[in-house]
């Protein structure tokens, strides 16, 4: 039999959708991160994000070639920022009640995407470099 892919380890796609909507809550509300998303139409990137997400940890038919580079490039998403989000999502996980083993993959997945989230216009000026991720590391 084959292993439960780590979308059903979660729930399946609807425990996402409640995923992404409790982080947006806790992203919206917190002073450093809520600012980021004055001009973003909240349920569709809510909608985006959750089926990224579900594509991303084995389940639907979204556009996986979505590049987050590409996506984020214009926002200046800060490490920072990202440490933030990340601790929020800890919490809302055990707050959920998420299988604690389930939650440490879906974090890592979600840690392994912070190069292409974090702005690197530091180094402004280059093209986007998606498909190279690692070939311009963030600073520190
Ligand atoms: C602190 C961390 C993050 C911040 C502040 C942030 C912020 C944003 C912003 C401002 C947008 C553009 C929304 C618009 O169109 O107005 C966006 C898009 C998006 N973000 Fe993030 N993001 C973060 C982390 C992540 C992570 C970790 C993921 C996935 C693992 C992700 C997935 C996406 C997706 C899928 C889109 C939409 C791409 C598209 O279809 O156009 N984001 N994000």
Redesign the pocket.
């Known amino acids: 039999m084959s292993q439960p892919s780590l979308l059903e380890r979660l729930g399946g796609a609807d425990a996402i959708q409640q995923v992404a909507t409790a982080l947006y809550a806790r992203?919206l509300a917190d002073e450093e991160?809520g600012p980021?998303?004055t001009?973003?139409?909240m349920p569709?990137?809510r909608d985006?994000?959750a089926?990224?997400?579900t594509e991303?940890c084995g389940g639907g038919a979204h556009?996986a070639a979505?590049?987050?580079r590409?996506?984020?490039a214009?926002?200046q998403?800060t490490d920072r920022?990202?440490s933030?989000?990340?601790s929020h999502l800890v919490d809302l996980l055990e707050e959920l009640g998420a299988d604690p083993d389930a939650a440490a993959d879906f974090l890592d997945?979600?840690a392994a995407?912070?190069g292409d989230?974090?702005s690197h216009s530091q180094i402004a000026g280059l093209p986007e470099l998606s498909g190279a991720p690692g070939l311009v590391q963030p600073p520190g």
């Open positions: 992203l991160i980021l998303f001009d973003t139409h569709m990137q985006r994000l089926a990224y997400l991303a556009d979505v590049s987050l590409a996506a984020h214009a926002h998403v920022h990202f933030i989000m990340a997945l979600v995407r912070r989230v974090v």
